[in-house]
């Protein structure tokens, strides 16, 4: 009996789907791609492997040849879902300069850098895991129109893109070490969607497996 058991688990694994590979595409216009339900990777140019389980009406974008960052959307659901490998974060949140000296290498380094951020309000951070690997989570939320100093606003860099914040919105953010990698994952959605349903977003990010 046990045999058989095992005989039909080993079936069972041998019949699943493997994920499919997103492709990097050229540039940013032309890197929305819409993504059947399913299992989907991201392998080199992106630094880490990392897998996820869509639903359908998932769409993918930001994934290009820099292979810094992958941004998933949902058609019925508001905000969005990046992970990101961040190398540096603004000076001031009214302009696109960045630190100098950069931001330092370690989870805690960007955490404190993000946390202090001029006019944002920032949770305290937490221990958080994500597929074994430990980090930091915390909320981060821009200014809203009564208090900010600028209509078009700045957080973090990659070298994909600058990320651009609306007056009001917020992140949740998890910041994770994939052996050695710094790895950014955020869900960001305007502060009048805070009730909104993001719950394919966050099935995306549970999800997630990782590997170095």
Known sequence: MRSLIVGLLFLVACSSPSPTL?????????SFQELPAGSYYVDTPFPVYLSV????GTAAWAYITAGTQINFVREDEAGELSF??????VADPCSNELLDPPVGPTVDDL?????????????????????GYNGKQFTLTAPGPDEA???DMYTWHTTTRQNGIG???VAEVWIVDVAGVRVLVS?????????ADRSGL??????VQLEP
């Open 149 to 151: 100093h600028c209509h």
């Open 187 to 195: 869900i960001a959605y305007q502060a009048s969607d805070s009730s």
């Open 53 to 56: 389980e869509v639903p359908d």
């Open 22 to 30: 997103i492709e990097p595409q050229a540039n940013l216009d032309t």
């Open 84 to 89: 990101e490998i961040i190398d540096n974060l």
């Open 111 to 131: 955490v404190e850098a993000l946390s202090s951020l001029d006019g944002f309000e920032a949770t305290a951070a937490t221990d958080v895991s994500i597929d």
């Open 202 to 207: 966050e099935g995306i990010l549970n999800s």
């Open 167 to 169: 007056q009001g919105e």
